[in-house]
């Protein structure tokens, strides 16, 4: 069974950092771009981060600086390390497989998703 | 950036109602648009890709068209387990993306 199972999730000082891990199963984890997606209680998806099947990472600016996307292929392991959080960075993080569709890389979409891991940044 | 939006924010329908959403993008994304739909507590699922092409496994009372700026999401005759949040998305701008605030279909 293709799956994404999330963890590492918890409450966290303003300011302080946490680790989150996304472990990938059932299908070629090293093959697919992978993805971080947030979203505040209440709230729409946002885009987090991105890594590259060659491990080329990509952020918005809300992110930028602060948090770093990483891949260890050879556990079928996804990671976002966040540093400086904020209250606004409060939210269920889920990670996702990119699904390319076509040649172009535009042509993408997140076929498969975990349950998602709540993080609370709170004193 | 390219900005997504969505209408209506909020609708309600009926059982076997006809249902529209719109969403829109702030510049022209070709046909690189996704739809998702997210029921309370789970994960998003993906719906349609590509602007038109369904997803495996996604029934066929679900269908997506437009290109450019503008696109519709359609549930032909609306079931029980459709009442959800529906998100688009483009690809466009790979590898950013962005979603649409959402459309919450419920209960008439």
């Not at chain 1, 505040?40 to 998806?45: D, H």
């Not at chain 1, 996804?78 to 960075?89: F, I, K, P, T």
């Not at chain 2, 529209?20 to 309370?40: E, G």
């Not at chain 2, 602007?51 to 066929?60: D, E, K």
Request: proline share 5%; aromatic share 12%; hydrophobic share 30%.
């Amino acid at each position: 069974e293709v799956q994404l199972v999330e963890s590492g999730g918890g409450l966290v000082q303003p300011g302080g950092s946490l680790r989150l891990s996304c472990a990938a199963s059932g299908f070629t984890f090293s093959s697919y771009d992978m993805h971080w997606v947030r979203q505040a209680t209440g709230k729409g998806l946002e885009w987090v981060s991105a890594i590259g099947t060659a491990g080329d990472p990509y952020y918005p600016g809300s992110v930028k600086g602060r948090f770093t996307i990483s891949r260890e292929n050879a556990k079928n392991s996804l990671y976002l390390q966040m540093n400086s959080l904020r209250a606004g960075d409060t939210a269920v993080y889920y990670c996702a497989r990119g699904f390319r569709y076509g040649g172009n890389p535009s042509w993408s979409a997140f076929d498969i998703w975990g349950q998602g891991t709540m993080v609370t940044v709170s004193s | 950036d390219i900005q997504m939006t969505q209408s209506p924010s909020s609708l309600s329908a009926s059982v076997g109602d006809r249902v529209t959403i719109t969403c829109r993008a702030s510049q022209s994304i070709s046909s690189y648009l996704n739809w998702y739909q997210q029921k309370p507590g789970k994960a998003p699922k993906l719906l349609i890709y590509a602007a038109s092409s369904l997803q495996s496994g996604v029934p066929s009372r679900f269908s997506g068209s437009g290109s450019g700026t503008d696109f519709t999401l359609t549930i032909s005759s609306l079931q029980p387990e459709d009442f959800a949040t529906y998100y688009c998305q483009q690809s466009y701008s790979t590898p950013i993306f962005t979603f649409g605030p959402g459309t919450k279909v419920d209960i008439k």
